[in-house]
Structure formats: C-alpha cells, structure tokens
C-alpha cells in the first residue's frame, strides 16, 4: 500500500464522511464565548469549556467512523478490496483524533490568551473527556452495528457525568471541573480498550 | 394487530435495550438512595436549619454592598446559560453601574471612588485558587432616601442588562439578601405536616421521583424513536410498506403508541417500585396509593410523547443523527443552560419541570396551574410533531419528499430508475 | 501459478445453521455459472471466495493462493455484490479512484485506468455523477468497472442482472463475456437465461449443495427426450401441472400449448417430444435430485 493510496483514501474520508461532523465540531466553538466567558477565568473555571462542552467533539467525530459501511451494499464492496477495512477505519479514528486535539488543544491555548489560568492538564483532562465520549459511541457502533446506539450511548455518559460525575470515580470527565482528584490516564486506558475492542468486534462480526 | 407487532419491534430494538439500561440507572442511583432516607417527624428542642425572610430594609443594603464589592473588583459572576461566567465591565459599562450605585446610595462618583480607599478590605482565597481576592465590606452602607424597594429592583434590573443577565442583581434574586431567620419548631412542623398529611408520604415523594426521572426522559425517547423510525430505510423497505393499503395517519399514530406504551411501561414499573419502598420505609403511616402512577402520567408523559414525536419527526424529515444532535442540542438547552432553581420554579412553557425534593409541596401547589399548563402545552406540542410526522410521511409516500433531505444523512436518495 | 480456483470439501455455517455442505468445484478460465433458486447457497459461496466470509472447513485456492491469505485474494479478485453501491455524495470517478486506492493501484495507473474502464462499461458520460444520482442499471455498470479495475485475474459477480431490463442485461452479458477472455468470471444467478446466453461450464446449487457441475450442453444432454410438449385444452391445465413438472404453458383461446417434463411418454393424447432448452434441463435436474415434485406448483 502506498503513501499516495492512504493520502487518497484520507481526503476521500475526510470529504465525504467527515466534514459534516468536522463543521458540526466547528461550530460548537462559536457558541463558546457566548455560554461560558473565557477571560481571566481560574483553573476550575478553565475546566469547563474544555471538559464540558468541547468533550462533544469527541462524541461527534468519533462515533460515526463505522458508519459508511453500516450500509450493507457498500460493506460488501469495501471489504472486497485488498486494504484492510479495520485499517480505514483506523485512518479515520486517527484523523478524528488529530482533529479532536486541534479543538481542544487550539481552544486551550486561546483560553491561555485571554489570560485564564490553563496548562497542559487542561488539555489532557478536556482530551481525555472527548476521547472517552467519543471511545464509548464508537465502541457501541461497532459492537451493535448501529450508530444510533453509539451516539445514544455517548450522550447517555455525557449526562450521567452531570448528575453523579463524581460517582464515577477515574471515568468521571469533569476531573478538574469537579475537582475529581481522578487520574486521567485510566480515563485514556479504558478508551483505548474500547476503541480496540470495537475494532476487533467489527472484524470477527464481518468475518463470521 | 399491528399495534402489538410494533410494540414487539420496539422491545427487539438495541436503543431499547440502552433506554431501559439507562432508566433503572438513573432510578437507582438517583431516586432510590435519596428516597432511602426517611423524613422524620421534626423533635422539640432540634435545629431545624435556616430560612430567608423577605425584608427590603435588609435586602437594599446588603444587595448594594455586594454590587458595590463585585464593582471594585470589576468583575461579577453570572450565569447567563447556566454555566459560570466572569463579566468584566468595561470602562462605558462601568460608568453606567457607577451611576446606578451613585442613585441607589445617593453618593456621587467621586465620593464612591472615595468609599473604596476607606472600605474594610478582607483578602481571601478561592477553593482550589493561588490568587489572592479582595472583599470590600461597607458596615454602614446608606441607602439613598426616598429609595422604594420597587425602584431599587428597577436600578438592579437594569444593571443586571448591563451585564449580559444571569448576575444575583436582579429582582427575581434578590432574596438572597434578605434576613436569615432559623426555622422554628413549630413551622418544621407544619413543613413534616404538609409532607405526612397532605401529601400523605407518597405524593412528597412522586414529585422527586418525576423531577429526576424527567430529566432523562426529555432525551433517551428521542434516540429510540429515531431508530424506530430509522429502520424502514435502513433496511429498505420503506417502499414495501409505502405501497400497503394501511393510511399514514394509522401507522405513524399505531408506531407512536407503541413506542410511548412501550417506554412508559417501565417507568410505570419503577413507579410501582418506588411505591413499594415508601410503603416499606412509611409503614403505620396513611399513604396515598395513587399518586406515584397519575403524577407519572401528568408530568413524565407528556415528556415522552414530546422527545417520541420528536424523534419520529426529525427522523422523517431528515435522519436519526440529526434527529439525536438536535435533542441533544435542546437537552443542552433546557438542563444546563436553563433556570438553575431545583425547586419551586415552573414556568408555563417548562419542557423540563423540576422540584428536586419530596417537600415543599406548597411552593409546588402554588405553581400549580403553570405546572398543569405546561404539560398540557408539551403533550399538544407532541401531538402537533405527530401529525407533522403523518403529513411528511404522507408526502414522501406519494413521492413528494423523496428527493428532500437535510444535510448529514447516512441514507442514500433512491436512485432514479 | 495455476489459473484455475480449486474448492475442495467446503463447509460453511451461520451460528449451528450449516449453509455450504462439501462443496468441491474446479473452475478454469472463461466463464462459469452457479444457477440455484433463491437461498440455495451461491452468495454464501460468492462470499467464500471473495474471502468475505470464513469456511467452517476444507479448501480453497484462487490461482494457487489459499483463500485464508486474504489480502493477496482480495489482490487477485474483483468482486461485484449482489447489491453494489457506494458513498452517495461520491461522483463515479471518484468512487473509482477511492476503491483503486482500497485497492492499492498507484496515482499513475488509476488515472490510466478509470477513464478506460468508463468507456468500456459506457459511463463516460457519467463520470461527474453523483452516485445516488445514478440509474439501476448505470450502478451495476459502475459496480462491474470497480470489480474490474485493479484487472483483477478472478472475477466474481453476484446475481449481476436481477432487476435490469432485457437491453441492459444483454449488455451486461456481452460485458461479462468480453472480459472472461482473459481471466475466471465466476457468475452466480437464478435467471437461466444468463447462463445459457453466456456460460460453458456451471454447477446447480440447492440447499448449499452442489446439485450438479459440468457443461451447459451435458446439461442439455441430460433433459434430452424428457421435455414434452401437450397440446390440449385450457381446461385440462391445471390437472396436468399435477400431475407433470410443467417448465411453462402458452394459452391461446380455449387450447394451451404446456411445456412439460417427463422420464416416460406422458399418458396424454397428442404429446409431442421436443428438443430440451436450459431452462427445461435445469428444471429436470432439481426434479431428478428430488428438489421439486410433480405438482409443486400447485
């Protein structure tokens, strides 16, 4: 496979079934400012935007990677193909990653212009909250082959977080928000489980 | 009969299975553990906490000292969505507060600059801050004379615009400036009274199993209807069952009854369940044995016959990620940007009603008609989406929709042949 | 490197339901068919060869490769689907390009590749549709050109003509026939027609077995002197569709003219023997192995 073969299976992917999600990330940043003011806020305050409302990128870029070929007729064709259909749908997961760490990352480093008290843990707890609500759609779209379900699954986390986050102990996303003392990496671990795991279900289900 | 088929298609369904998951969660977690803990009957002689009494002598001065503090600092904490947000007045802005304080205390713009240099200065730290505040502490603070409370909540008002909305400056919070009184036995007693008595236990304790319940289900039905309604496309067989000779209005009415049938049936379960438990934790005491099931039906039905219709119509109209990134949207809307008051506060057009305790039925019962009112409005609502629902069915039917779709489908057009 | 697909003893199950049983098939160059009614079993097998699904157990080898290397099968096969379709939003060109890509084929040759492959499957025109926008039949042309283009040596087509009308299935045909000059194009359908129009060698499927497998003129030498042809009155049609295999009946006025099958003379006044088509013999080979029985019509 060739670096010009993954470059056009990338811009295809990102064309035609990323965009609508990259816009719809896109434009949760332009309600930010509006919701949340982000001058001078403290380190708990910080917390919010990043963990609590930009955490739904996650939920929208990574939940629907298997979706194109939850459509049976183009499954078929795909998966006939020599490249490995688990290996695109990793292009897309890394694609959707990067692009989750230029929201968070970029939006982290405006927030540090407008002087609010931000750091690098900022970025990693409102990462870690996005690659977990993300994690669980794309685990529970993969596993059921439905993406309703995924994104289903996603938001019933992201609300749950609200009503008992502290009960959830290390899974809890709001870590700095809610002061939580968890420690993010199992937050990262267990997506990362999730993430493989839905890899691994999607190619002992299709090859049955 | 095709009613009880859907309802066996809805049961079969994945969404179905993570509504039910999810509902006993939240009743579990939430609800049961709360109501676990009795409400005694109140002991001569105990501390019964604090309650605010309404007096505007009280409330002026101690409202215009915080504005005046918050002013110094130049920074004030609203909450216009629901999330906390630091405003920053500007210089344009600042004079404008200056002349509010300036009318409301009677002291020009220079003597309140003067006020700041002679003002008691606290230095504190925030929970979890490095940075030092500063508290300015104005002990004998004037009013202006001639100043009626009612001018007063007009100045704050209008400062409370300046600042984009949400501050604690404004009329309809300023009792959290009044007097601070404790609770007497006897009024301790009437509040377990109305609890025992009136709400006879169980209807203290609907209205807490409603509140957390119905902050779900403004949600949840809304992901099972789109799939509902997804399958037909995704499996394509919408134009097999265009062509039977079933009306749209029939089929989109039988579908949502299930669907709604189908989602109230385990809450109506846990309702039981929550029923079963007073019954346990209240034994010897006289309860209502209805309530749990008819305040179910007021308040968390119309709910879900809204989030049902919703999610059919959206899905319809376009497809069932839009239909979920939308009630997303107006969940986002409703519980973390809206009113942030858990108990008492219902307004006739409250999608969400919340009263996050099993007392204070009397703050509840004097909403009572907006409470009422908004249900019925939520319930028509849901029937006006359901017969748009029929009417967008009826068009695509007929091919006139066809090729109508709202961007982000994960449907293809039917090719044209 | 044998051009040659070798199937030996193939089971295959879904969960305890067993789909293929002993499948062993040897398939040359040109084209072959697998007939078989509705669910006996050709797009399981289909799907087997295009190492889509996994066998349960036995052997395959595509041109010497064993079927458990699946990227290198998946090199050397085009696989159309019973129900091709791609991205909506994509144009035709770019679907191809997208699956050249999957494909592994490099800029250079998929550029090369597309415009000729269009020409051939006449979509030129077509090249900035939208895929949704496509007809039924200008999609199953799309689907041939993605099977074809990384000039794969086997190719497999699932059920290609179901649903195209008689000028588009022809072409299909002529298609498929062109390009199994050069390589294995292995065609699965239930329409008789196709086969005969297009195919030398085939195997009968029914109930995931193979009923059958040789050439379509032993075929015909199978059913011959069985196929009879029943002038009789209209009446009389239904009584003789019980009693006989009937392959068809043309009605004209108050008589039918009924195409039957059977080992003996048929006991009717006037029946004539007739020459068997593929249809007739394919009808008579379900009726020999016990897979229809007189009067299943009814």
Redesign the interface.
């Known amino acids: 496979m060739n670096s010009d073969c993954l470059l056009r299976i990338t811009k295809s992917n990102l064309r035609h079934n990323f965009l609508?999600?990259a816009l719809?990330s896109s434009g949760l940043l332009l309600f930010v400012p509006?919701?949340?003011?982000i001058?001078?806020?403290?380190?708990?305050?910080s917390a919010?935007p990043l963990e609590?409302y930009l955490s739904?990128t996650g939920m929208?870029v990574l939940t629907?990677v298997f979706?194109?070929e939850?459509?049976t007729e183009i499954r078929d064709t795909v998966r006939s193909k020599r490249m490995d259909c688990t290996e695109v749908y990793l292009i897309r997961s890394l694609y959707s990653l990067l692009f989750m760490a230029l929201i968070i990352g970029g939006f982290t480093l405006y927030m540090h212009h407008m002087n609010c008290?931000v750091d690098k843990w900022h970025f990693i707890s409102g990462y870690g909250a996005a690659l977990f609500l993300g994690s669980v759609g794309f685990f529970?779209s993969g596993v059921?082959g439905?993406?309703?379900?995924g994104?289903?699954?996603s938001?019933?986390v992201?609300?749950?977080n609200?009503?008992?986050g502290k009960?959830f102990g290390d899974l809890c996303i709001f870590t700095i928000s809610y002061?939580t003392n968890g420690r993010i990496w199992v937050l990262y671990a267990v997506s990362a489980v999730l993430i493989i795991t839905a890899l691994i279900a999607d190619r002992y289900k299709k090859s049955i | 009969m095709l009613f009880f088929k859907e309802c066996k298609k809805v049961f079969f369904s994945?969404?179905y299975f993570?509504y039910l998951a999810?509902m006993i969660?939240?009743f579990i977690?939430?609800y049961w553990f709360d109501a676990k803990i009795t409400v005694e009957k109140p002991v001569e002689g105990g501390d019964f906490g604090c309650t605010t009494v309404f007096d505007a002598e009280t409330i002026m001065p101690n409202a215009t000292a915080a504005f005046m503090n918050d002013f110094y600092n130049g920074?004030f904490i609203?909450y216009?969505?629901?999330?906390?947000?630091?405003?920053?007045p500007d210089a344009f802005e600042n004079e404008k507060l200056c002349s509010i304080i300036s009318e409301i205390t009677g002291y020009s713009a220079a003597e309140i600059e003067e006020l700041r240099n002679s003002a008691a200065v606290l230095e504190y730290y925030?929970?979890?801050?490095t940075?030092p505040k500063i508290q300015y502490k104005f002990p004998d603070l004037k009013i202006a004379e001639g100043m009626t409370y009612e001018h007063f909540c007009e100045l704050i008002d209008e400062a409370d615009d300046i600042l984009g909305g949400g501050s604690s400056y404004n009329s309809d919070g300023l009792e959290y400036y009044s007097k601070e009184v404790p609770i007497t036995y006897e009024e301790a007693l009437a509040e377990y009274n109305e609890f025992a008595e009136d709400d006879k236990v169980t209807g203290g304790l609907a209205r807490l199993f409603c509140d957390y319940l119905g902050?779900?289900i403004v949600?949840?039905p809304v992901?099972?209807a789109?799939?509902f309604t997804?399958t037909d496309r995704k499996k394509k067989i919408s134009d097999i069952i265009y062509s039977r000779k079933i009306s749209s209005a029939k089929l989109v009415l039988t579908r949502f009854a299930a669907l709604v049938v189908m989602m109230l049936i385990p809450v109506l379960l846990m309702a039981a369940a929550a029923h079963i438990q007073a019954a346990k934790l209240y034994s010897g005491t006289e309860l209502d044995n209805t309530v749990f099931y008819t305040l179910t039906l007021e308040w968390l039905l119309p709910n879900l016959m809204a989030a049902t219709a919703f999610g059919m119509l959206i899905t319809e109209l376009s497809s069932?990620?839009i239909a979920?990134?939308l009630?997303?949207a107006v969940?986002f809307k409703e519980?973390?940007?809206g009113s942030y008051e858990l108990v008492g506060d219902i307004s006739s057009f409250d999608l969400i009603i919340r009263h996050n305790s099993e007392m204070y039925r009397s703050v509840f019962m004097a909403n009572y008609s907006e409470f009422i009112f908004s249900r019925c409005f939520w319930a028509g609502i849901a029937l006006v989406m359901v017969t748009g629902t029929i009417a967008v069915y009826e068009l695509k039917r007929g091919g006139v929709l066809n090729e109508f779709r709202l961007?982000?489908?994960?449907n293809?057009?039917k090719?044209?042949? | 490197m044998a051009d040659t697909i070798e199937i030996k003893k193939v089971n295959k199950f879904y969960g305890k339901k067993q789909a293929l049983y002993d499948i062993d098939l040897t398939i040359g160059q040109g084209m072959f068919g697998l007939l078989g009614r509705n669910g006996a079993g050709k797009t399981t097998l289909m799907k087997t060869l295009a190492a889509l699904h996994k066998k349960k157990s036995g052997n395959i080898t595509i041109c010497g490769i064993p079927i458990e290397k699946a990227k290198a099968i998946r090199s050397i096969t085009g696989y159309l689907p019973q129900d091709f379709?791609m991205y909506?939003s994509m144009t035709v060109t770019e679907s191809l390009d997208y699956l050249g890509a999957l494909s592994g084929m490099d800029k250079k040759s998929r550029t090369e590749r597309i415009p000729q492959l269009l020409k051939k499957v006449n979509l030129t025109q077509q090249k900035k549709t939208k895929?949704?926008?496509?007809?039924?039949g200008m999609?199953r042309r799309l689907g041939i050109a993605q099977a074809l283009l990384h000039n794969p040596k086997v190719l497999i087509v699932d059920e290609p003509t179901a649903g195209l009308d008689p000028e588009e299935r022809i072409r299909f045909r002529n298609l498929l026939c062109e390009v199994a000059e050069e390589r294995i194009v292995i065609l699965s359908t239930h329409i008789v027609g196709d086969i005969e129009a297009s195919c030398e060698d085939l195997a009968i499927m029914n109930e995931g077995r193979i009923l059958w497998k040789g050439t379509v003129s032993q075929l015909l030498d199978m059913a011959k002197d069985k196929v009879w042809l029943i002038n009789t009155e209209k009446r009389f049609v239904t009584a003789v569709k019980k009693e006989y295999i009937v392959t068809g009946s043309v009605i004209h006025g108050d008589n039918a003219d009924i195409r039957v099958i059977s080992d003996t003379v048929p006991d009717l006044q006037g029946a004539i023997r007739i020459e068997p088509n593929l249809e007739d013999a394919y009808m008579y080979c379900l009726y020999s192995h016990g897979c229809i029985a007189k009067g299943d019509e009814e």
């Open positions: 609508p999600y719809l509006v919701i949340f003011g001058c001078e806020l403290d380190r708990q305050l919010q609590m739904l929208f629907p979706m194109p939850q459509n008290d529970v059921s439905n993406t309703v379900a994104f289903m699954a938001s019933v992201y609300i749950a609200f009503g008992m009960k002061h | 994945v969404t993570i999810v969660l939240m977690s939430q920074e609203c216009p969505y629901g999330f906390i947000k630091k405003v920053h925030e929970e979890f801050s940075t902050i779900d949600l949840i992901f099972v789109a799939a997804y069932p990620i979920e990134i009630g997303i969940w519980v973390c940007l961007p982000f489908k994960n293809k057009i090719s044209k042949a | 379709s909506p895929v949704k926008a496509l007809s039924g999609k």
